[in-house]
């Protein structure tokens, strides 16, 4: 089973940290390098979090889910953006490059769950996958 109320959650706390960044950015405050390394790694939890629940994920999770990752991919992509605008030191490039990252690997698995768990899929593939995935957790 799914762990929707808890992957839901990390994807609000999220969203909220990463648009407070944006907005301390915007208004001058700037960001330090720690609460950027601390949102790129909470990033990388809520990452593996929905990774390891994506053969659990069914439509109904993900009617609840999707709405709050796309809200979050907009949040992280304004602030990718936001900090690429204002940002030039080295110590805060590599951190931000980081973010891009998280950004691209969470659009990916959003895109991936829409196309593998919630379309419909011919019963062949979706053995195909579940078989798969049980030998990758034997690795």
């Known amino acids: 089973m799914c762990q929707t109320s808890l992957i839901s959650r990390n994807i609000a706390r999220l969203?909220?940290?990463s648009f407070e960044r944006n907005l301390e950015a915007v208004s001058g405050v700037g960001t330090t390098h720690t609460k950027?390394?601390?949102?790129?790694?909470?990033l990388n939890r809520l990452y593996e979090?929905?990774?390891?629940?994506?053969?659990?994920?069914?439509?109904d999770d993900y009617k609840i889910?999707?709405?709050?990752?796309?809200?979050l991919l907009n949040t992280l992509k304004g602030l990718c953006n936001t900090y690429k605008?204002?940002?030039?030191?080295?110590?805060?490039?590599?951190?931000?490059?980081?973010?891009?990252?998280?950004?691209?690997?969470?659009?990916?698995?959003?895109?991936?769950?829409?196309?593998?768990?919630?379309k419909k899929m011919s019963p062949a593939l979706s053995s195909a996958l579940k078989k798969a995935s049980a030998a990758m957790k034997r690795l």
Do not use: C, W
Not at 50 to 57: P, S
Not at 65 to 71: A, F, G, N, S, T
Not at 91 to 117: H, M, P, Q, T, W
């Open 85 to 118: 605008k204002i940002h030039s030191s080295d110590r805060l490039s590599k951190e931000i490059e980081v973010l891009g990252r998280n950004y691209s690997a969470i659009y990916e698995l959003n895109s991936d769950i829409k196309n593998f768990r919630v």
């Open 65 to 71: 889910i999707e709405p709050q990752l796309l809200l």
């Open 36 to 42: 950027l390394v601390r949102l790129n790694n909470a």
């Open 49 to 59: 979090m929905v990774y390891d629940q994506f053969n659990e994920i069914t439509p």
């Open 15 to 17: 969203s909220a940290r």
